[in-house]
């Protein structure tokens, strides 16, 4: 499987390097060297268990290394998700930034870049050679090492020291595309000292073909800073959706992050958030709501490499059907990451005899003076209180229906957006209620 | 309104009613009382259709239909309301939400509109007050959290909001103290009228101080062993049950 895409490298690796910036390029052949040692992760691994690519990776995935436009203007097609969130609102399609055409992006905050990842770093190569690969490169992972050697643009956001963005930004993947294909693409997320954002990234998917998306998002949260990230996938059932969220902490900055898979095919998202300062703060959270066969992987670790950071974890699953869901929550604290507070949960629910849910926690603590906490359920629907309803009249769809909603609500209520937050209740409904939660710019959910 | 003939049902393989008769009409108040384990609070899930319970032999009509074909929510939106003797916790759903669900599931049922959002909070503001139920309680989830006693109160507001043709109140007096003992008998007592009917599950005649049965019956083995008139409650308290026991022992 590897083969073609060992390859493909060798021979377009000219026309990978032409179209893509030379910052991205320093470290490419470094990492096709290391995808070739690793290839792609198999369920053999440790890391991948809970994550099958092999059916995947058999499908002949057509590749955009010569970055022929895409006949589609997302601007038109796309209505979002989210009405009323009033974000700077960005698209990436496939894996090219989309030219920013409208009108109210044009107003960012004094100093704030925004735009193609490839340009940015042609543009203003000494703001991203800091940063650009610093978290994927080092990472022994058969999926980031492949992104680092064929992606070629992506989302770029620079907040600099103590501007504070006063909308959401909204990312939106789109894929788009006639034949079977494969998108790669790397995002770079930088807040100086005291900035503060929020980023909403939307996976969709447009076309009735197989896709593969590969994408590593890279995030620095200096001092003082504030990010929150929200991931919501709603694609359809030929997607792979393998996204890697590498976040960086330093001293009394605050980390959000909030997964939501409301519809999808396999998925994993891999996050690692390493805290590197003092006094940080992490919240941690994902829901999944599954049926079909869709598959979702969570790879989750946080990292306590200094003293008196607090984390917090948070996912919760409902699974129907033949649906499989996978979490691992690492929590890694170092020996003198003393008065450490981290607490990880992961709830699950089964609708059906053939869902599967695996949870693992892998806690690895090297410090003595910490509190850290665990905890992992896999259960059904509370029978007793969904006949306490029936008997007030409630039907049993709608007591179901309250319960599920019930159990995804606390990872809801962690969204600090307040559209975003009422419309995934919404969304949230609607999927339980098994319509699809669509977004019209999607013509499989429709 | 309520006829019950010759129920037997059993859990896990277990008979637990073994032929048990019960005529409820509009207007009456029946206590039944009976030792522990005697299958009082049984008899109250099958009539709620708990599907834990499996009806081996018996019928069962309601106003004329046949119960034990109905779903549990069509027996309440039928009228059949239970004051549960052990209340259920739902965390993440609140008060508000299971109250608007039911009501208006129960007015669905009726061919009646939804009630208007403002109409809804008057009923339950009218309906907290005849309860004398805290707004802090109300504002909750379901009986997360709830004391013995809040929870108790919490079901007989469930009944105002539902107001029902048949209430079963299963031991809705244990936990309670002496005042919310009054208030809930209150509630209950002003919630009755001439074209329902309560049946009363209670090990203590206190309760019956306030809401004054018309018959008392024994529950016993999974049967009605004794009935009798409103003074046949003082003398269970007086005597205890060990000369039903021995009378329904000699019968046999
Ligand atoms: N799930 C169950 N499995 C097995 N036996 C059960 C189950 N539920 C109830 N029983 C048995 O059924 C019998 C009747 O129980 P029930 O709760 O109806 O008694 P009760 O008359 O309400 O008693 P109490 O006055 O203590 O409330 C008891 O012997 C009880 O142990
Ligand atoms: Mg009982």
Redesign the pocket.
Known sequence: MEQQYIDLYKQQNDSIKKHSAAVMNDSRDASFALFQKLGFPTSALENYKYTDLKEALSVDYGLNINRISVPVNPYEVFSCDVPGIHSYLYFVVNDAFYPVNDARNNVLPKGVIIGSLKEVANTHPELLKDYYGKLSTIKEDGLIAFNGAFAQDGFFMYVPKNVVMDRPVQLVNILRSDVDFMANSHNLVILEEGAKAQLLVCDHTVDDVRFFANRVTEVFVAQNASYEHYKLENTHIKTTNLATLLIDQQASSKVLANVITLHNGVTRNTIEIDLDGENCETLLCGMVIADKKQQVDNFTSVIHNKPNCQSRELFKYVLDDMSKGGFTGKLYVAKDAQKTAAFQTNRNILLSKTAKMRTKPQLEIYADDVKCSHGATIGSLDETAKFYMQSRGISEEEARLLLMFAFTNDVIENIQIPALQDRMKLLVEKRLRGELSKCEGCVICQ | MLQIKNLHAS??G?E?LKGLDLVVRPGEIHAIM??????????ASVLTGNT?FEVTKGDVTFNGKDLLELSPENRSREGIFLSF?YPVEIPGVSMVNFMRSALNEHRKYKNLEPLSATDFLRTMREKKELVEMDNKLANRSVNEGFSGGEKKRNEIFQMAMLDPKLAIL??TDSGLDIDALRIVANGVNKLKRPDNASIV?T?YQRLLDYIVPDFVHV?YDGRIVKSGGKELALELEERGYDWIKKEVDEAI
């Open positions: 859990i896990n277990k637990i009976g030792p522990n384990g005697a299958g009082k609070s049984t008899l834990a003797q299963d031991e599950i090990h529950l």
